[in-house]
Structures are given as C-alpha cells and as structure tokens.
C-alpha cells in the first residue's frame, strides 16, 4: 500500500492504443515558458526543463490528433476546446492524465459546468499522492462525472461502434 506523499504510477500505455477507430483524441498541455502565467499559485524549487511539459512518449499524439496548450490548470479555461469539441459534435468526454487533485479535476468540473457529460478513467489517471488522488477521484465521482474502469470504458466505447 502506498503512503501519503508517495506518488501514484503513470499512466503508461493504458488508454491511446485501445481507443477504437474514429474516437477523437484531445490532448492538452502547457509550455514551459508561459511569460510569467503559472498554473498553480506554487513556486517551482527546481528549475523546468526544456521538456517539463511534454507529452510522454507512451501516449505520444498520433498525425491528426489535436494537441491544445494551456496555461491554467483546466483544459478548457483560455483555450478554444469548447470550439473543437462543438465543431465535432462531442457531448461526452472521456478524462485521465495528470494530476487527479489539479489539471484533470479542473478539467472535469469546468466540463460539467459546460454541460459535458464526464466520465474519468481511474487507472489513466495519476497524482502526487495515493491519498491526494483517491480522494479526489471519490469527491469527482460524486458530483461531477462517472469514474470508471479502463475495461468499463473500452468494452462501452466498443459496443457503441457495433451499433452505430
């Protein structure tokens, strides 16, 4: 069992690659130098690297996949998200990445604020903490989406393809 303050293991390889064709994939992120614009109020004691904020090469965007840059905490604040998401006809969003307490839980609330219907994959998400990230997921799963298993979501995400 992991303590408090024991980070959570990414979540590599669990989502991108057992995506049925012609679902979309989003990906957001943020640049290391945002001209002042933190995410959080929280000073950083190391110091960025150039590739602080990439993507990791397990879920690596694919040609034809959108990646989005951000410079708060939440997908959709100060980005044009809300734009693509209409342009393609989504009303449903399927949420993981890191971290459960910040970016994804801003994301996902600001989604049930739009309107969205949320769901959070539980093990394609990740944290600073066990504590920090169950939590969170528990307090998201209560009001603001459905957290469910990776299975859960590719066996529903598969079904809905044989019959449409």
Known sequence: ?????TPCRRPRSCWPQRVPPGVPIIYTTRHVDTRGVNSTNRSNRKKLQADSYDIIDDV???D??????KERASAFFGTPLIAHLNQMGIRSIIALGESTSGCVRASVVDAYSHGFH????EECTYDRSMLSHKVNLFDLHHKYADVMHV???VSHLEGMKKNA
Not at 1 to 5: C, L, Q, R, V
Not at 64 to 69: D, K, N, P, S, T
């Open 1 to 5: 069992m992991k303590t408090p303050g």
């Open 60 to 62: 690596e965007p694919q």
């Open 64 to 69: 034809g996949e959108l990646v989005i840059y």
């Open 118 to 121: 949320t769901t959070v994959v």
């Open 151 to 153: 299975d859960e979501v």
